[in-house]
């Protein structure tokens, strides 16, 4: 078991542009999140998926902001019109379903929005 | 919504000596899970220990202990015999079942352990 994995590690982008974010999560974990870290801050929840349902969004995702997770496998969340304010770490967590509330976060995708 | 906090934003201990890192949380609901992660320095989330409301003992994971206060609302973490690789970020977190299972971070309490 490889554990969660993220990709890329890091971004730096133009304002206006848009990013992509890829997450693999642990095999056969059925539950997908996604968080923000901004800096000195704990992570925010953003959304979540069970299997290829999304089935809650924060009030933190914008309508620039969209994440899929087509198969239920690997979930990619899209940043469209990037602003300087979306600078921070997006973490990927994943959990089993015999075990929901344990979360196994991957090492983050750091964007820096120019 | 809920709310955890941390009032330490900052602390040391010197290696093999013992420290009690601070967290309360406001909820109403009864059922619920509060967990400690640990951030190492560029590195990934990692759970250090995990207490389920309902239960009144408090967890304890080889170095890690809590002392879970429900009443007072209140998750404290132990460290005992403090090691150089526990210098982290330290964050609290509470999580409701029926929320979808997503965590509540506190804002962290960044430790140092030092020689």
């Known amino acids: 078991d490889t554990g969660v994995s993220q990709d890329p590690r890091h971004k730096i982008t133009k304002r206006g542009q848009n990013v992509t974010f890829r997450c693999d999560p642990i095999?056969?974990?059925?539950?997908l999140y996604w968080y923000r870290q901004t800096l000195g801050q704990g992570p925010e929840f953003l959304t979540y998926?069970?299997?290829?349902?999304?089935?809650?969004k924060s009030r933190l995702l914008s309508d620039r902001f969209s994440a899929e997770r087509p198969k239920g496998s690997f979930s990619t969340l899209e940043i469209q019109r990037t602003e300087q304010g979306d600078s921070a770490m997006y973490l990927c967590a994943s959990s089993p379903p015999t075990a929901q509330e344990t979360q196994y976060f991957g090492p983050g995708t750091r964007l820096l929005v120019l | 919504a809920q709310t955890v906090t941390q009032s330490q934003p900052e602390m040391s201990v010197q290696e093999a000596e013992t420290v009690t890192l601070s967290c309360t949380y406001d909820t109403s609901e009864n059922n619920y899970y509060l967990f400690w992660y640990k951030q190492p320095p560029s590195r990934q989330m990692i759970l250090v220990i995990r207490?389920?409301?309902?239960?009144?003992q408090n967890a304890t994971e080889n170095r890690f202990s809590v002392n879970f206060q429900k009443a007072a609302k209140s998750f404290s973490l132990k460290i005992s015999d403090s090691q150089l690789g526990d210098t982290a970020m330290y964050f609290c977190?509470?999580?409701?079942?029926?929320?979808?299972?997503?965590?509540?971070f506190g804002k962290g309490t960044s430790l140092l352990v030092t020689p």
């Open positions: 207490q389920e409301a309902y239960k009144q």
């Open positions: 977190a509470f999580m409701k079942p029926n929320s979808g299972y997503a965590l509540n």
């Open positions: 095999s056969e974990h059925n539950r």
């Open positions: 998926f069970q299997n290829e349902a999304q089935l809650e």
